[in-house]
């Protein structure tokens, strides 16, 4: 099992939909979560962390599970410019290493 | 610089050769990460640093990948005789201080072995 998986889609939706991903994670000892945007042959780019309580910006919330291990990224009224892929990073401690795992992310297509 | 600057963005190099990969990190930035990306994957971790100090490597894939940072600056990947499993995009992140902070990504050295 991979420790952090995602569906990799691709995800077809029409503007204006409202769109969830989820991600999981298997390490309990993580710490750090977040979501990066990666559009077509560009860097990541931080979308937004991930707390216990959830976290919203915008049309973009986070929410995270610790009992599940699991996290989820929800877009509503989604735009045009909201389709690339959704990476979600997990990053855990033990000792002096820190292990930051990505999943392979989820492909998001938003059609007019 | 305002972000992080990598160079050069593209490296071509035949089978065999040695190549540097050069990451110029957000200034104050404490940590510094190498990833490689291949194509449709997400990033895999390579190496993490804490100022100098290499902090993990377990992800460097062998013993012809060295990466180093002398002054706590600017960071070097080294790949030894390049093979063609090599190709792929390395990524650089700076974080103001731990890996549990945000980082913030170069635009990548795109690495073609041939």
């Known amino acids: 099992r991979k420790e952090v998986e995602q569906d990799p889609g691709p995800f077809n939706v029409p503007e204006g939909a409202t769109v969830a991903f989820n991600c999981t994670y298997s390490?309990?000892?993580?710490?750090?979560f977040f979501w990066y945007r990666q559009d077509c042959r560009k860097e990541p780019k931080l979308l937004m962390s991930v707390y216990s309580s959830g976290n919203e910006d915008g049309r973009f919330t986070a929410q995270l599970n610790r009992a599940s291990q699991y996290i989820s990224l929800l877009i509503r009224d989604s735009k045009l410019s909201d389709s690339a892929t959704y990476l979600c990073?997990?990053?855990?401690?033990?000792?002096?290493?820190?292990?930051?795992?990505w999943g392979l992310g989820t492909s998001l297509a938003v059609n007019p | 610089g305002a972000g992080v600057s990598q160079s050069p963005r593209y490296k071509v190099a035949k089978r065999g050769q040695d190549v540097a990969l050069r990451c110029d990190p957000i200034?104050?930035?404490?940590?510094l990460f190498w990833y490689q990306q291949a194509l449709g994957q997400g990033p895999e971790f390579l190496t993490y640093?804490?100022?100098?100090?290499?902090?993990?490597k377990s992800g460097l894939p062998s013993d012809r990948f060295f990466a180093e940072r002398p002054e706590g600056s600017v960071s070097t990947l080294k790949i030894q005789r390049t093979q063609q499993e090599d190709s792929a995009v390395y990524l650089c992140?700076?974080?103001?201080?731990?890996?549990?902070?945000?980082?913030?990504f170069g635009d990548g050295t795109r690495l073609s072995i041939l």
């Open positions: 200034s104050g930035h404490v940590s």
């Open positions: 992140a700076s974080s103001l201080r731990d890996g549990n902070q945000p980082q913030h």
């Open positions: 640093f804490q100022n100098e100090a290499q902090l993990d």
């Open positions: 990073v997990v990053n855990h401690r033990a000792g002096n290493n820190r292990k930051l795992i």
């Open positions: 390490n309990s000892a993580s710490q750090s």
